[in-house]
T-cell receptor, first 115, second 113 residues
Framework: GAGVSQSPSNKVTEKGKDVELRCDPISGHTALYWYRQRLGQGLEFLIYFQGNSAPDKSGLPSDRFSAERTGESVSTLTIQRTQQEDSAVYLC?????????????FGPGTRLTVL | AQSVTQLGSHVSVSEGALVLLRCNYSSSVPPYLFWYVQYPNQGLQLLLKYTSAATLVKGINGFEAEFKKSETSFHLTKPSAHMSDAAEYFCAVTGKAGTALIFGKGTTLSVSS
């Protein structure tokens, strides 16, 4: 079946512009995660959605970052007034549920470059 | 809180040699540990996971890892490296179901012929 998909695969933007990154999780996966991977660094957790529960936003680095999820489907990560330090690969992952240690399936990522 | 330290950002081995990638964790609760692999220009793929069952965990592609509580380690091994194993490997920990994974900074494995 289809895996996690993300779009766009690459995004180049100018400092100060807003960007939207999209994630389509695997059908039936109730949990969805966003991570950021900066060059030479591990993955940093950004935000977590589980079903209709309030999202865990504890990893968002600033109020310029926000994310939404419609039900148990598509999620959008929005970065407002982008800065050069926002340049990174943004990865989305989904899993079957939040109450067990199910495998997180990762998408290919969106590479964001802020000029 | 949890954290992960991967010793060695870059490991080079010859084809057929033993692969050993080191991971040490810190956790205030019983940990659940994972190894992911990232091939060039691809997403992360789960290699194996430890979830408090057997301490020796076998994964895909001939990899295995042993959970050692006394050493707070979860090192990844493979008896004989193959050229196709060249990739970046990430160790991750979580202490609670349904929470995000905490990742190490990764180890790049190079395999030479």
């Amino acid at each position: 079946g289809a895996g996690v998909s993300q779009s766009p695969s690459n995004k180049v933007t100018e400092k100060g512009k807003d960007v939207e990154l999209r994630c389509d999780p695997i059908s039936g996966h109730t949990a969805l995660y966003w991570y950021r991977q900066r060059l030479g660094q591990g993955l940093e957790f950004l935000i977590y959605f589980q079903g209709n529960s309030a999202p865990d936003k504890s990893g968002l680095p600033s109020d310029r970052f926000s994310a939404e999820r419609t039900g148990e489907s598509v999620s959008t990560l929005t970065i407002q007034r982008t800065q050069q330090e926002d340049s990174a690969v943004y990865l989305c992952a989904s899993s079957l549920g939040g109450t067990s240690y199910n495998e997180q399936f990762f998408g290919p990522g969106t590479r964001l470059t802020v000029l | 809180a949890q954290s992960v330290t991967q010793l060695g950002s870059h490991v080079s081995v010859s084809e057929g040699a033993l692969v050993l990638l080191r991971c040490n964790y810190s956790s205030s609760v019983p940990p659940y540990l994972f190894w992911y692999v990232q091939y060039p220009n691809q997403g992360l793929q789960l290699l194996l996971k430890y979830t408090s069952a057997a301490t020796l965990v076998k994964g895909i592609n001939g990899f295995e890892a042993e959970f050692k509580k006394s050493e707070t380690s979860f090192h990844l091994t493979k008896p004989s490296a193959h050229m196709s194993d060249a990739a970046e490997y990430f160790c991750a920990v979580t202490g609670k179901a349904g929470t995000a994974l905490i990742f190490g900074k990764g180890t790049t494995l190079s395999v030479s012929s």
